[in-house]
C-alpha cells in the first residue's frame, strides 16, 4: 500500500499526472528521465516504494550492471538532480495549470504526488533586502556569481512573501490550516507571530582572484597582490582564464550558495502563512538588534562575521567550536548519549566521488529576550545549512522529526524549543541525504 505522505491524491489521478508529464514538450527528448521518473513512480504506485534506491535505479534504469558502485559512480545522483530540474521547468510552464504536482525531494528517490493550490496573484512587494553592492565581473572565485545568485534568491522570496500576503484579512488560525499537522506544530509559534521573521545571510570574508587587463601599483586601495608564476598557472588551468593579470585581493561580502537557497524555502513556508519577512545581512545585525526581532541566522559563525553566533549557543546542550591551528570546525556534544560522538566534523572522501560526509547543528531556541524567537542553522559547509533547512521544510522531513521530539518529551506541551544535529551527504556539492543523529529537546 503507498503512503500517505508520498501519495497525497488518488492513483488514478497520480497516474494521469505522470502520462501528462512524460508527454510534455519538456521532456519528449529526455528518454533517460523520462525512464527514471516512469521507473519510481511505478514502484511507489504499487506501493513498493521501500524498494527504491540508488543501487536499484542504476541497475534497472541505467543498466550499470551488478559491479555498479554507487559511491564510484554518480550517475544516479547526477539524473536525480536533473529530473528535479526539469519537473520544475514543466511546471513553471506547460504544467503550470495543473492541479496536482509529482515532486522528487532533494536527497531521496522516492517521488512525491500532491494536490497544488493555485497561487494568489502577486501584488506590492513589502519586503525590505538588503543586498551586497554587485562584485567586479573579473572575480573567478565563487563570490560573484554567488551574489548574483543571491540577488535572484532574494527577488525570489519576495514574490513568493507578496503572494502570500494578499489574504492579509484571514486570522492566524484560518492561514495555518492551509499547512501540514506537522509543519503547525513545529513551526505554529513562528507562524503566528505577525511582528514577521528576519532571515540573516551569512558574510564570510574571502580572498578572491582577480584578472585585470593592466599591472595595477602596489599601494592601490584595496590592496591588491600579485600571483607567483606557479600560482599563475594553477589558476588559469583550475579556471580557464583568459589573459590578463592575476591578483588576489579581500572579497567582503561573498554569499553562500546553500544558504541563498535555503532562504527560498523559509520564504515558501512564511508566505503560505502570510507572515512579513525581511532579509538582511549578518554584518548589519548587531546584539542590540538581536531582542527586537525574531531572527533566522543561515550559517555558522565563522562566515557570520561578527562572532554572535557562538555565544549564543554557549550555554545550549550542543554547541560550535571555531576553527583552530590542527583542528576544523566542529559541533560539539559534550554529553553524548549511546550512539552519539562527543564531536562531528567534516569528512573528505577520495576526490574523484565527489562525496562529501558534512554536519549541521539547528537550535530552534528562544531569542536572547525571552519574547522573540531564534532559529541559528549552523552548518559546517554550506551543503549542510542547505539540507537542514529542506529538513525543517518538507512535510515527510518534519513528520519525522516532531515523531522524534514527542518520543524526547511526550508530554510536551506548547512551543518546541530544540537543538539537532544532522548527519548530510553532498556529491559534486550537491546536497543528496540528510539524517536525524542528535536530538534534545529545551526545557520552556
Not at 232 to 255: C, D, H, K, M, T
Not at 260 to 289: C, K
Request: a positive charge.
Amino acid at each position: 500500500m503507498t503512503p500517505q505522505n508520498l501519495l497525497e491524491i488518488s492513483a488514478e489521478d497520480a497516474r494521469r499526472e505522470l502520462e501528462s508529464v512524460l508527454r510534455s514538450p519538456t521532456f519528449e527528448r529526455s528518454e533517460r528521465l523520462q525512464k527514471f521518473l516512469q521507473y519510481v513512480c511505478d514502484l511507489t504506485l504499487k506501493g513498493e516504494a521501500s524498494k527504491i534506491n540508488e543501487y536499484l535505479i542504476g541497475n534497472e534504469v541505467f543498466r550499470r550492471g551488478a559491479d555498479y558502485a554507487p559511491n564510484e559512480d554518480s550517475v544516479v545522483r547526477r539524473q536525480a538532480h536533473a529530473l528535479r530540474r526539469k519537473l520544475h521547468e514543466h511546471y513553471e510552464k506547460e504544467g503550470r495549470q495543473s492541479p496536482f504536482r509529482i515532486e522528487l525531494p532533494v536527497g531521496r528517490y522516492v517521488p512525491v504526488f500532491r494536490r497544488h493550490e493555485e497561487p494568489v496573484a502577486p501584488v506590492e512587494p513589502l519586503v525590505e533586502a538588503v543586498v551586497a553592492p554587485p562584485a567586479p565581473s573579473t572575480r573567478i572565485n565563487s563570490s560573484a556569481l554567488a551574489k548574483q545568485r543571491l540577488i535572484f534568491a532574494l527577488a525570489g522570496a519576495i514574490g513568493l512573501f507578496a503572494a502570500g500576503w494578499l489574504t492579509g484579512r484571514a486570522t492566524p488560525g484560518d492561514r495555518l490550516q492551509k499547512l501540514d499537522p506537522a509543519t503547525r506544530e513545529i513551526w505554529g509559534d513562528w507562524l503566528r507571530d505577525q511582528a514577521g521573521v528576519v532571515i540573516c545571510f551569512s558574510n564570510p570574508v574571502s580572498l578572491a582572484i582577480k584578472t585585470l587587463a593592466a599591472p595595477i601599483p602596489l599601494d592601490t586601495i584595496p590592496k591588491h597582490l600579485p600571483l607567483t608564476p606557479d600560482q599563475v598557472q594553477y589558476a588559469r588551468e583550475a579556471f580557464n582564464l583568459p589573459a590578463g593579470y592575476l591578483y588576489i585581493g579581500p572579497g567582503s561580502s561573498q554569499a553562500k550558495m546553500g544558504e541563498a537557497i535555503s532562504a527560498l524555502g523559509l520564504a515558501t513556508l512564511f508566505a503560505r502563512a502570510e507572515v512579513p519577512l525581511r532579509a538582511t545581512q549578518s554584518r548589519f545585525v548587531t546584539w542590540q538588534d538581536l531582542p527586537k526581532q525574531n531572527l533566522i541566522v543561515l550559517g555558522s559563525d565563522d562566515i557570520n562575521r561578527w562572532g554572535w553566533v557562538d555565544p549564543l549557543l554557549e550555554h545550549q546542550p550542543f554547541r560550535t567550536e571555531v576553527k583552530s591551528l590542527g583542528r576544523p570546525r566542529a559541533i560539539l556534544n559534550p554529553h553524548p548519549e549511546p550512539g552519539e560522538q562527543s564531536e562531528y566534523s567534516i569528512k573528505y572522501a577520495a576526490v574523484r566521488t565527489g562525496l562529501v560526509q558534512g554536519y549541521v547543528l539547528i537550535s530552534m531556541i528562544p531569542g536572547v529576550d525571552g519574547r522573540r524567537k531564534l532559529l541559528l542553522v549552523c552548518g559546517l559547509d554550506t551543503q549542510a545549512t542547505q539540507s537542514a533547512v529542506e529538513f525543517l521544510t518538507e512535510g515527510p522531513r518534519l513528520q519525522e522529526l516532531l515523531a522524534a521530539l514527542r518520543k524526547r518529551a511526550p508530554s510536551h506541551r506548547g512551543a518546541w524549543h530544540f537543538q539537532a544535529i544532522l548527519n548530510t551527504e553532498s556529491h559534486d556539492l550537491v546536497p543528496t541525504k540528510t539524517s536525524l543523529i542528535a536530538l534534545r529537546v529545551l526545557p520552556d
